[in-house]
């Protein structure tokens, strides 16, 4: 009864992006091969890839210290989840003229990836 999911995952908090931007990226790769995923990523031309596919290569690289018997490599994981949530929004101020001041908004996110082994998702 008790089957042992094999899944790792990875997580990257206060990244200095805005999550809508980091977003457009992680939809590219998600449910991918792990492998094909960072192939992907290293040709993708947005500044946001080379930080996502960090990430993809932690949660893998967790994957295979936490079932180092399993001997798993990137071609046998998928990347089971891959979503981006906001993070805390610092808040500075721009000058204007006759006194005033606007309000700049700079955005975070975090980064949160799940790796599963390939066999594992098509049993369920």
Same mark, same amino acid.
């Given at each position: 009864?008790?089957?042992?999911?094999?899944?790792?995952?990875?997580?990257?908090?206060?990244?200095?992006?805005? @999550? /809508?931007?980091?977003?457009?990226?992680?939809?590219?790769?998600? &449910?991918?091969? *792990?492998? +094909?995923? #960072?192939?992907?990523? %290293?040709?993708?031309?947005?500044?946001?890839?080379?930080?996502?596919?960090?990430?993809?290569?932690?949660?893998?690289?967790? @994957? /295979?210290?936490?079932?180092?018997?399993?001997?798993?490599?990137? &071609?046998?994981? *998928?990347? +089971?989840? #891959?979503?981006?949530? %906001?993070?805390?929004?610092?808040?500075?101020?721009?000058?204007?003229?006759?006194?005033?001041?606007?309000?700049?908004?700079?955005?975070?996110?975090?980064?949160?990836?799940?790796?599963?082994?390939?066999?594992?998702?098509?049993?369920?």
């Amino acid at each position: 009864m008790s089957e042992e999911i094999f899944e790792a995952k990875a997580t990257q908090k206060h990244l200095r992006k805005s @999550a /809508r931007k980091v977003r457009l990226v992680a939809d590219m790769v998600r &449910g991918k091969n *792990v492998a +094909k995923a #960072i192939k992907t990523l %290293e040709f993708v031309n947005k500044s946001t890839a080379p930080l996502v596919a960090k990430v993809v290569k932690s949660a893998a690289a967790n @994957a /295979r210290d936490k079932y180092q018997d399993e001997r798993l490599e990137n &071609g046998d994981l *998928v990347i +089971k989840e #891959i979503f981006v949530n %906001e993070g805390a929004t610092l808040k500075r101020i721009q000058p204007r003229a006759m006194g005033r001041a606007n309000q700049i908004r700079k955005r975070t996110c975090h980064i949160n990836v799940v790796v599963a082994k390939q066999e594992e998702l098509i049993n369920q």
